[in-house]
């Protein structure tokens, strides 16, 4: 018999944070998806915030890795690390079964690896689940019904939009443009217009307290100092920013981030935008918080958008709801 004694778990394995739902519980997990390495053992020396804080302090003997890449797996066996270390510390020892999401998309052999990795990491059976079918449930959608919702999921590497539809994704397109090059926009601007070299940390700093979708309405923010290092001297140095500026420096991203949704939007069923028009589009993922997005979107779009709530949750609840279906999906497996 399956799942005796041990609580079935929702992983939410993204590129920039994992989440874990417990079934009964809800979420008891949210850790950064980094991984503190000594270089010469390979050892773990740290893994989650505790890790994330390393990222750019760490002397020549430890290398703070994300290994997860444009919502796939890009380092193997430091993924089947960081898994072992979040399912130990949620249910222990007990093998339990996990239901994984993985973005729409991704091949066989992507998939295969998210399975094997959540095996050797303890988990006793795993199951994957389409990430932007399991936002959509976590946003509350009607995903069953014989209407069209439209979902974003703005993450840290990648952005998923699709549309759905009894129980299904009719149509999707994840593009490698979300939190991630958000924040390289900004540390290339900083690098460009004032010579200092800030981290992927001050960077989304910047991006988290001032950053906006909008020019137009950053006018409204006001200016935050950083720090970094200056190009010329050497020598650490702060700046004011200004958030139009920050503005201007993330629009491409911005740009590209509609672009897919219009391009969705053009692959759907008269009667799929129909629904879409009365209902709106619903954003998750952490970049569904940054400054004004809804707006943007909704004005190059002509479509109310809305941000769901608890946005960065959304995955893993709708991860650990689907653990329901988990009885039809071992059937359908055999
Ligand atoms: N308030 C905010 N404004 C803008 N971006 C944010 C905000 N909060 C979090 N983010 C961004 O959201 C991304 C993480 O979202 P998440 O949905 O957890 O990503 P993933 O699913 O890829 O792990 C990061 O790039 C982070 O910088
Ligand atoms: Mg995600």
Do not use: W
């Not at 990491?121 to 079918?133: D, K, L, N, Q, T």
């Not at 979708?213 to 290092?229: F, L």
């Not at 400054?291 to 995955?315: G, H, M, Y």
């Amino acid at each position: 018999m399956f799942g005796l004694g041990a609580k079935n778990i929702g992983i939410d394995l993204g590129t920039a944070n994992t989440l874990v739902y417990m079934e009964g519980k809800g979420i008891v997990l949210r850790e950064p998806s980094v991984v503190a390495k000594n270089t010469h053992t390979g050892k773990v020396i740290a893994v989650g915030s505790e890790a994330r804080e390393m990222i750019g302090r760490t002397p020549e003997s430890i290398v703070a890795i994300r290994p997860m890449k444009d919502g796939v797996i890009a380092d193997y066996d430091t993924t089947a690390s960081m898994l072992k270390y979040f399912i130990e510390k949620t249910v222990g020892n007990s093998k339990p079964s996990a239901m994984i999401c993985v973005p729409s998309g991704v091949t066989e052999v992507e998939k295969r690896a998210v399975i094997d990795a959540a095996r050797v990491a303890g988990a006793r059976e795993a199951f994957v689940i389409e990430e932007p079918f399991a936002a959509a449930i976590g946003a509350g959608l009607p995903v069953m019904d014989p209407t069209g919702s439209m979902v974003v999921d703005i993450g840290g590497g990648t952005t998923d939009v699709a549309t759905i539809s009894l129980g299904g994704i009719v149509s999707s397109t994840s593009i490698r443009q979300a939190g991630d090059k958000f924040n390289t926009a900004i540390v290339n601007y900083v690098h460009s217009n004032f010579n200092l070299l800030i981290g992927e940390r001050t960077a989304e700093d910047i991006k988290i307290q001032i950053g906006s979708a909008s020019v137009e309405k950053a006018e409204d923010i006001e200016a935050v100092n950083i720090r970094g290092r200056d190009l010329v001297t050497g020598l650490p140095k702060s700046v004011d920013v200004k958030a139009v500026d920050v503005a201007h420096a993330i629009q491409d991203v911005v740009q590209d981030i509609i672009v897919a949704i219009k391009e969705t939007l053009e692959q759907t069923s008269p009667e799929i935008a129909a629904d879409v028009i009365d209902h709106g589009i619903v954003l998750t993922g952490g970049g569904a918080l940054l400054k004004n997005l809804p707006e943007i979107i909704s004005e190059a779009t002509k479509v109310p958008v809305f941000i769901a709530q608890d946005p960065l949750d959304c995955v893993a609840v709708g991860t650990g709801e689907s653990l329901k279906n988990i009885e039809v999906m071992r059937k359908n497996r055999r």
